[in-house]
């Protein structure tokens, strides 16, 4: 698969503007479409509820729908100003609307969704990215606010596991993959691996060449969380992107008891391409 439509969530948090200017470069560099979207819900919680808020005056959700609106259009300026900077072919998508569900319905024409991490607008003014890598169908690129280089031709590392989430998210990555100047496959076991494991990570970096992209392979045994051996490797590689399946648990029990795939929507510079 080739990405030749890009999709990058917008919103107002300070955070944004890295993000757009990757998508912005990406594009550029893949000659890709870049589709922008922000969103905003119109009616905050408390006014929907009748029991906290429901008897305001049309007024005041008249004054909050024009906030929501001035919002997106200084949204889509911004979006606009940055895709002609770079002279990309770009559409604008935004509208009102809850963000989640405006991003997930637009990431239908898209190859793959560029999204923050979780910031104080989530959920009513920003989608969350836990939402959008359950629910989006799509690879989901996680910037963080200040990147630690770029993706296109960069230093790949691929988090390599037999889950199916994992498996996804290397497919979905490959057209970053052939790109990249080096990537390295690893896997985080919490004792010395076995022979299985090394022929498996010999495997896919078998199937990898069949797709044009030499990588090298190897396991590491760690005593600590799997999401920070991931991210300390990332950072010993000076890694620009990390490949990870996401949610291989319920992403309930992820949160409560923590798991590799909160690890890396909290932490580190390295930008994530989840898949689920």
Not at 14 to 28: E, F, H, V
Not at 55 to 79: H, M
Request: glycine share 10%.
């Amino acid at each position: 698969m080739e990405l030749k439509t890009l999709l990058v969530a917008v919103d107002a948090d300070a955070a944004s503007d890295a993000r757009l200017g990757m998508a912005c470069r990406m594009a550029k560099a893949l000659e890709a479409r870049l589709i922008g979207v922000g969103a905003g819900e119109t009616i905050p919680t408390t006014l929907a509820d009748p029991y906290l808020g429901g008897g305001l005056f049309t007024g005041t959700l008249e004054t909050f729908r024009d906030l929501v609106n001035e919002e997106l259009e200084t949204l889509r300026s911004r979006f606009e100003v940055a895709a002609a900077a770079h002279d990309i072919e770009a559409i604008w998508r935004g509208r009102p609307g809850a963000p989640v569900d405006v991003v997930v319905e637009e990431a239908a024409c898209a190859d793959l969704v560029l999204a923050g991490r979780r910031n104080p607008l989530c959920d009513a003014r920003a989608a969350d990215p836990g939402d959008l890598i359950v629910r989006v169908g799509r690879p989901v690129l996680v910037v963080p606010p200040v990147p630690s280089g770029e993706v296109i031709g960069g230093r790949a590392l691929v988090a390599w596991s037999r889950s199916r989430e994992a498996r996804l998210a290397i497919a979905g990555a490959l057209p970053l993959l052939r790109l990249a100047r080096e990537v390295k496959l690893v896997t985080v076991t919490s004792e010395p691996a076995t022979a299985d494991v090394g022929q498996a990570l010999e495997a896919q970096v078998d199937w990898l060449q069949t797709h044009g992209v030499s990588a090298s392979a190897t396991s590491k045994a760690s005593l600590q969380e799997t999401g920070d051996e991931l991210l300390d490797l990332a950072a010993d590689m000076d890694a620009d992107l990390l490949v990870a399946g996401g949610y291989g648990h319920s992403r309930v029990q992820e949160w409560v008891m923590g798991g590799v795939t909160r690890t890396l929507l909290s932490h580190g510079n390295v930008s994530v391409l989840f898949a689920h």
